[in-house]
């Protein structure tokens, strides 16, 4: 079974962990992207906070195997 990743800021995220998920605190854009290219190999869905996926709206999420879905804001 792969990974479920929430990632954004950490105000957004940290509840997360509560319900099992791998949180990754990401607070600025820069952050997000780094967090994005440094994901686990056994990630298999990540969940973005709007600011987060806007951050990575130049880049290309949908390679892999990994379901990317943005939180509404």
């Not at 800021?9 to 509840?15: A, F, K, R």
């Not at 290219?37 to 949908?62: F, H, N």
Request: hydrophobic share 55%; charged share 15%; proline share 3%.
């Amino acid at each position: 079974m792969g990974r479920i990743i929430v990632l954004g800021e950490s105000i957004t995220v940290d509840t997360f962990a509560l319900a099992g998920a791998t949180v990754t605190r990401a607070d600025d854009a820069d952050a997000v992207r780094r967090a994005w290219a440094a994901l686990p190999s056994d990630t298999a869905v990540v969940v973005l906070t709007a600011a987060a996926a806007a951050a990575l709206a130049t880049v290309d999420t949908t390679s892999g195997d990994v379901l990317t879905i943005a939180m509404p804001q």
